[in-house]
Each structure stands twice: as structure tokens, then as C-alpha cells.
């Protein structure tokens, strides 16, 4: 599991200025941390992320990482087995990848504009699996 300490110094290390904010509400949401974990090979994460690339960009939704998390995955070998973090505050949905050593490979965060509704495990990133999973 990724600790608070992990997750600051990977975000103090982005160059992108949006990922300011989110460090922010994460820092007084330390709480939000513990949402869940798993446990996936990076084939299966950088599958899953390249969905969620297409369903945000489609629905309009802010996303920061997304590439460069995908685009570390690639180079990460295929059966490799990662550990995957859901990090919640209240205007973002965040999945951070890491290896067993809890060295983070990457982040991505989603805006979160469904107030209240839970992220399906292994969600394919679609509104209608959304829903399913929140009925």
C-alpha cells in the first residue's frame, strides 16, 4: 500500500502545474487513502487506463496522467504484477500504480463528477458499468 509520504514526493516531483491542486486535497484528505488495492499485471493496467484515456476524453472529463501513466507502463514488462491504489478525495478520483517495493510507477486523477457513486472494480471505464455497479 502507498503511503501518504510516497505520494507527496511523487507529486512534488510533476512538472505539470494541475497536479498542484490535487496534492493539495489530498494532503488535508489524508483519510482518503484507503479506498482500496489490487493487484494487476501492467498488460492489464495499461489496457485499462488506455479505456479510461477514451472514456473521459469522450465525456469531457479532466484527467491528469493518463498519458504518462500509460506511457510508463509500456515500458514496464507485460506479466509484471503491480500494486493499484484508489485514492478519493472529494473532486478527485485517483488510481496510483506501484511496485511491491511501493516505488510509484505513476498516477492518473479523474475529475469526480459523480458525487457518490463508487468506482466498480476492475471498472472498464463506461458510464453504463458505472451505473450497473451503483443501482
Given at each position: ?40 499485471t ?44 484508489e ?49
Amino acid at each position: 500500500m502507498i503511503h501518504l509520504l510516497e505520494l507527496k514526493e511523487f507529486f512534488l516531483n510533476q512538472p505539470k502545474e494541475e497536479w498542484g491542486a490535487i496534492f493539495l486535497e489530498v494532503d488535508e484528505n489524508s483519510n482518503a487513502l484507503a479506498n482500496f488495492s489490487r493487484k494487476a499485471t501492467a498488460l492489464s493496467l495499461k489496457n485499462e487506463f488506455s479505456i479510461k484515456k477514451i472514456s473521459t476524453a469522450r465525456a469531457n472529463i479532466q484527467a491528469v496522467g493518463l498519458d504518462d501513466l500509460i506511457e510508463r507502463l509500456e515500458e514496464i514488462d507485460k506479466e509484471s504484477v503491480l500494486d493499484v491504489q484508489e485514492i478519493r478525495t472529494p473532486a478527485w478520483v485517483g488510481f496510483c500504480v506501484s511496485e511491491e517495493s511501493q516505488r510509484i510507477i505513476g498516477c492518473t486523477f479523474v475529475k469526480n463528477v459523480r458525487s457518490g457513486k463508487k468506482t466498480p472494480p476492475n471498472w472498464d471505464g463506461t458510464i453504463e458499468e458505472l451505473n450497473k455497479f451503483n443501482s
